[in-house]
């Protein structure tokens, strides 16, 4: 087939229906009609067509979710209709009496409710012209937000385009942003890894979330959404809001499914009451039910107050939180060796369960709280994670309560804590803590680690729990008898294990640096350390300097890497591990003599300006070869400054010092000389 523009404009355009369709069924309806690879295969094809043809690219495509520039600020926008807050009501009474203010307002009007689940996430507006996503904004103070247009294109259940032929020209739709119970937990386990601070509840992740000037961290917060109302500027084309809710499930838009339809106020008030319980089966927080008025043509009668609507109102659940008082502070160390202070309560009951425990996350927010031992405090549930201490209720004290002190040892294994500038979490470092020993040995005996091959959870359940090892230099005092003796644990399974463990003595030493699991050492990392200090009595050697000078270490790095040299359990386990002929870097240190004239041995290098023939890490990696080793800054100890295009101040202070300066040309003669 000949394609003219015509035609390419139609198979893209094709193809974009065909995405959106399935966007639909697979974000909103939950019913995928296709696999996940032929999805893919989908988006690479209109991707390539797009990348084909820019001049058809539309800020409507599927391609177009994600990619877009940080802003610099969020600018301020008006909302079409305001946005006004709900009343509230917290009992059965005061919803009979809403029922009656209306029917005096009304009177002899048959009245039906609408009752949805009241979303805790964050309110949003969007506004479409001619079907295509135009703008988002913020509640805001209901009657100015901001305009987050580009984060809300992030989210995969909000359309950029909407279905169908009749689309009203333009259409302003109002909803909640959300996160799900499961994505927070997963997000706060993942910020806990990397030791920055938690999210309360999901509602302030989902807010913070929305609320990002890079549209890049927003997309990996895996946010959702429902719809629950719509603005018709041209007027009105429905008689009740039943009928709103399923235009707008049809062109596009994802409808909470547990909408109620009653007949009267009491029929509003017991599905109201069914859901007090049933929230906690929910993936997502609801803190209350909405009643709203059926009638579209009542609610224009009723019309609203300066704040709310007096059609509609917000059932609120009773609250989540409830005061205790802490009997005691224990630290739990964690697989990774974080010290987490966990408050031990007088039992409670919150949301259904009995809870006797709540994190206090870190000694900062301890200090932050001023919370002591025998304060009485208000815990709460925050998104089915273990819950917390929201605050004290300094009142109630009495004088006898007791400031807790963060030990200085790890209550596991006895070894020095460490916390490390600028860092929340105190953590233990030995390779011999009890606490992190399973999590350690599954590290180390990963792929990019020593790769021992055979060497799965479960064994490695086993082979702790029996106390067949305490750390993992002793993989390699293991008998083979000892792997018999597990369960499920064949005679061939056995030796291919001892095998796997026997094969890994050979692994290269930037793979044993990083099967040891030091804080922030990476795979990466790992090569760029032995890059310089190629053997492990060379590293063990080292000061925080001299690790510093290197490109791509930063501080916290080096700091890490000298408190974890300094443990003398780890300097124990290093020295079983030598006698086991665990390769220590002399093996690749051979071959690199024999492979290399060692010319720039002792030598330390610094580059400057960009290079034609070369990126910085092959020059790196060539010095290293060479003998020498490239550090990040000019000093009286550098002896060649290699420069390149617009070399910067390291150029004119290498000048100053008298420096050596050779540009790349005389670089590549020197190494291909030797």
Same mark, same amino acid.
């Given at each position: 087939m000949t394609f003219n523009s015509n035609n390419i404009k139609n198979k893209i355009e094709k193809l974009r229906e065909e995405i959106r369709y399935h966007n639909y069924r697979y974000y909103v309806l939950d019913d995928p009609s296709i696999s996940d690879t032929e999805y893919d295969?989908?988006?690479?094809?209109?991707?390539?067509?797009?990348?084909?043809?820019?001049?058809?690219?539309?800020?409507?495509?599927?391609?177009?979710?994600?990619?877009?520039?940080?802003?610099?600020?969020?600018?301020?926008?008006?909302?079409?209709?305001?946005?006004?807050?709900?009343?509230?009501?917290?009992?059965?009474?005061?919803?009979?009496?809403?029922?009656?203010?209306?029917?005096?307002?009304?009177?002899?009007?048959?009245?039906?409710?609408?009752?949805?689940?009241?979303?805790?996430?964050?309110a949003v507006a969007l506004v479409y012209e001619n079907g295509i996503l135009v703008r988002g904004a913020t509640r805001g103070d209901g009657i100015t937000g901001e305009e987050i247009t580009s984060n809300i294109k992030t989210i995969k259940t909000i359309p950029l385009k909407l279905f169908g032929d009749d689309l009203p020209s333009h259409l302003e739709i109002y909803g909640e942003v959300y996160m799900k119970k499961s994505d927070f937990k997963k997000l706060n386990e993942d910020r806990i890894k990397k030791e920055e601070y938690l999210f309360a509840n999901p509602r302030n992740a989902a807010a913070g979330s929305v609320r990002q000037l890079d549209p890049q961290i927003t997309a990996q917060r895996h946010l959702d959404t429902f719809i629950y109302q719509a603005t018709f500027p041209e007027g009105p084309k429905f008689k009740n809001h039943i009928e709103v809710l399923n235009y707008l499930k049809k062109i596009g838009f994802k409808v909470n499914p547990h909408i109620q339809l009653g007949q009267d106020?009491?029929?509003?008030?017991?599905?109201?009451?069914?859901?007090?319980?049933?929230?906690?089966?929910?993936?997502?927080?609801?803190?209350?039910?909405?009643?709203?008025?059926?009638?579209l043509r009542l609610r224009e009668e009723l019309g609203s107050t300066t704040r709310s609507p007096r059609w509609a109102i917000a059932y609120k659940f009773p609250a989540q939180q409830v005061t205790t008082k802490i009997r005691d502070i224990i630290v739990q160390v964690g697989r990774t060796g974080a010290?987490?202070?966990?408050?031990?309560?007088?039992?409670?009951?919150?949301?259904?369960?009995?809870?006797?425990?709540?994190?206090?996350?870190?000694?900062?927010?301890?200090?932050?709280?001023?919370?002591?031992?025998?304060?009485?405090?208000?815990?709460?549930?925050?998104?089915e994670v273990i819950p917390e201490v929201v605050k004290v209720i300094k009142e109630k004290r009495t004088g006898k309560e007791k400031e807790f002190?963060?030990?200085?040892?790890?209550?596991?294994?006895?070894?020095?804590?460490?916390?490390?500038?600028?860092?929340?979490?105190?953590?233990?470092?030995?390779l011999t803590c009890l606490a992190q020993l399973k999590e350690r040995i599954r590290h180390f005996a990963s792929r990019n680690a020593m790769d021992i091959e055979g060497l799965g959870p479960a064994i490695i359940d086993q082979l702790v729990e029996n106390g067949l090892i305490k750390n993992v230099s002793d993989l390699y005092f293991l008998k083979r008898d000892d792997l018999i003796s597990l369960e499920r644990m064949a005679e061939k399974s056995a030796d291919n294990l001892m095998n796997a463990i026997e094969k890994s003595k050979n692994r290269s030493l930037a793979n044993l640096i990083y099967g040891l699991g030091i804080r922030y050492v990476g795979v990466h990392t790992s090569e760029v350390i032995t890059r310089y200090f190629p053997t492990l009595d060379q590293l063990r050697k080292i000061n925080l300097e001299?690790?510093?000078?290197? =490109?791509?270490?930063?501080?916290?790095?080096?700091? +890490? &890497?000298? #408190?974890? /040299?300094?443990? $003398? @359990? =780890?300097?124990?386990?290093?020295?079983?591990?030598? +006698? &086991?002929? #665990?390769? /220590?870097?002399? $093996? @690749?240190?051979?071959?690199?003599?024999k492979k290399r004239v060692q010319i720039f041995t002792g030598k330390q290098f610094v580059l400057t300006g960009l290079l034609k023939d070369f990126t910085r890490t092959q020059v790196t990696e060539i010095i290293g070869e060479l003998g020498g080793r490239v550090t990040g800054s000019v000093s009286k100890k550098t002896d060649y400054v290699v420069v390149g295009e617009d070399p910067g101040s390291k150029y004119d202070k290498a000048q100053k010092l008298g420096i050596t300066i050779i540009n790349e040309e005389e670089f590549k003669k020197i190494i291909t000389s030797e």
């Open positions: 295969q989908l988006m690479k094809e209109l991707m390539e067509w797009e990348k084909k043809y820019p001049q058809y690219l539309t800020s409507a495509s599927p391609t177009q979710r994600v990619g877009i520039e940080p802003v610099p600020e969020f600018t301020t926008v008006q909302h079409i209709t305001p946005m006004l807050s709900l009343a509230n009501a917290f009992s059965s009474e005061e919803l009979r009496a809403f029922d009656q203010r209306i029917k005096k307002l009304i009177p002899q009007q048959k009245l039906d409710y609408v009752i949805e689940l009241k979303i805790d996430g964050l106020i009491e029929e509003a008030i017991s599905y109201c009451q069914e859901w007090i319980e049933k929230r906690e089966d929910l993936d997502y927080e609801i803190d209350g039910m909405v009643i709203k008025v059926n009638s010290l987490t202070p966990v408050a031990m309560l007088d039992p409670v009951k919150i949301s259904g369960s009995v809870v006797q425990r709540a994190t206090l996350h870190n000694e900062d927010e301890i200090r932050r709280k001023d919370i002591r031992i025998g304060d009485t405090v208000l815990v709460q549930k925050a998104g002190v963060m030990p200085s040892k790890c209550p596991v294994c006895g070894a020095k804590v460490s916390r490390l500038e600028g860092e929340v979490v105190s953590r233990c470092n030995s001299e690790l510093i000078e290197i =490109n791509e270490i930063g501080p916290k790095i080096a700091e +890490s &890497v000298i #408190l974890f /040299f300094k443990e $003398k @359990e =780890n300097l124990d386990i290093m020295e079983r591990l030598r +006698s &086991v002929d #665990l390769n /220590f870097g002399q $093996k @690749e240190e051979k071959k690199r003599k």
